[in-house]
C-alpha cells in the first residue's frame, strides 16, 4: 500500500498545528445506562465543533496523532471524518 502524504503536513509534522474538529456529546454514565438499556435508543444532537492548539506527531490515510500540550502528553487520535480544518500554528491568521 502506498504511504499518504500531505506537503502541508509533512512540515507540520513535530510542531503545533490549530486543529478544528467535530465533537460528540459529552459520554456520561447516564448516558451509558441509556443506551445499555435500550440499544435501538438514539439523540439527535446539534453539530458541535471544538479548536485547540496541538502538536501534530503524526498523520496517515486515516486521520491524524496529535499530542496534548500537558506533561506527559496524550495521544489523541482524530479521523478525517472528524478533521473540519488543520493549519500550522505560524499560518493561522489570529495568531496566538
Given at each position: 500500500?502506498?504511504?499518504?502524504?500531505?506537503?502541508?503536513?509533512?512540515?507540520?509534522?513535530?510542531?503545533?498545528?490549530?486543529?478544528?474538529?467535530l465533537?460528540?456529546?459529552?459520554?456520561?454514565?447516564?448516558?451509558?445506562?441509556?443506551?445499555?438499556?435500550?440499544?435501538?435508543?438514539?439523540?439527535?444532537?446539534?453539530?458541535?465543533?471544538?479548536?485547540?492548539?496541538?502538536?501534530?506527531?503524526g498523520?496517515?490515510?486515516?486521520?491524524?496523532?496529535?499530542?496534548?500540550?500537558?506533561?506527559?502528553?496524550?495521544?489523541?487520535?482524530?479521523?478525517?471524518?472528524?478533521?473540519?480544518?488543520?493549519?500550522?500554528?505560524?499560518?493561522?491568521?489570529?495568531?496566538?
Amino acid at each position: 500500500m502506498e504511504r499518504y502524504t500531505n506537503e502541508l503536513l509533512d512540515r507540520c509534522v513535530g510542531k503545533r498545528v490549530v486543529i478544528r474538529q467535530l465533537t460528540a456529546p459529552e459520554f456520561t454514565e447516564e448516558l451509558a445506562q441509556t443506551i445499555s438499556e435500550d440499544p435501538m435508543w438514539f439523540s439527535k444532537e446539534l453539530l458541535q465543533s471544538r479548536t485547540g492548539v496541538l502538536e501534530l506527531a503524526g498523520y496517515d490515510s486515516v486521520g491524524v496523532t496529535l499530542l496534548t500540550p500537558e506533561e506527559p502528553p496524550t495521544q489523541v487520535f482524530v479521523p478525517w471524518s472528524a478533521v473540519l480544518e488543520i493549519m500550522s500554528l505560524e499560518d493561522w491568521p489570529l495568531g496566538v
